[in-house]
């Protein structure tokens, strides 16, 4: 496998469920990042970690909980969601995070929805 | 408030014609700029940068122009082929203040036989 990739594809969900959004980069990368796009939004940087340390919460609602267990691997982890949450989440990776001129690299997204 | 806008939800080119999308800002501390592309299913890739000291990058077929009093770049695609058919995206930032990179809405080209 190479670049980044997401797991589910696709996911459904009630609004009393838990659940988890996974993104592995095989890159060497060592910033990852968590993105959300809404229907007719930009992107929406959500979190960012950097060497496994969260650098960046970008004021998210705290029925969002990620995880970054090492360099490689970035969760995402969803409870009690909100219709409005529906969306399409992106994961991304960067050799470096903190620097803005780094190249990201993005995986396909999961898109999510929220019954 | 967008920072970043892509007034232009969508755009269809002819073949072998000039493709232009055009992107505007309002946070003066931006100091560079990417353009990335976006195919249905895929995630968005990264196209092409400009740092505001310059005015025009070029990478092949991709100009990225960058008019700084205007607060508007523009990304020409010359010629403009069938594979360019996909959802283009803004981007900007401070680079060295808080780093985040800023996302348009994006526009979405449909490239025309």
């Known amino acids: 496998e190479t670049g980044v990739t997401q797991t589910p594809r696709h996911l459904v969900m009630g609004m009393t469920n838990k659940k988890s959004l996974k993104c592995e980069q095989h890159?060497?990368?060592?910033?990852m990042y968590w993105y959300k796009q809404s229907a007719k939004k930009p992107l929406e940087l959500m979190f960012v970690?950097?060497?496994?340390?969260?650098?960046e919460n970008n004021s998210v609602p705290s029925r969002f909980s990620p995880e970054c267990p090492n360099s490689s691997h970035l969760f995402l982890h969803l409870h009690t969601l909100q219709p409005e949450d529906s969306a399409l989440y992106l994961c991304?990776?960067?050799?470096?995070?903190?620097?803005?001129?780094?190249?990201?690299?993005f995986g396909p997204g999961t898109r999510l929805t929220v019954l | 408030d967008q920072q970043v806008k892509q007034n232009s939800p969508s755009l269809s080119v002819q073949e072998g014609r000039i493709s232009i999308l055009n992107c505007d800002y309002t946070?003066?501390?931006?100091?560079?700029f990417l353009w990335y592309k976006k195919y249905p299913a895929e995630g968005p890739t990264f196209l092409i940068s400009i740092s505001s000291i310059k005015d025009k990058n070029e990478d092949g077929r991709f100009t990225v122009f960058l008019n700084k009093s205007a607060k508007h770049l523009s990304l020409h695609i010359v010629p403009s082929q069938p594979g360019d058919s996909a959802v283009y995206f803004c981007a900007a930032s401070a680079a060295g203040r808080d780093d985040k990179i800023i996302f348009g809405k994006g526009t979405r080209l449909h490239i025309l036989p």
């Open positions: 890159l060497g990368h060592n910033a």
């Open positions: 991304a990776s960067s050799l470096v995070g903190g620097t803005s001129t780094d190249t990201q690299y």
């Open positions: 970690y950097n060497f496994k340390e969260q650098t």
């Open positions: 946070n003066s501390m931006f100091d560079y």
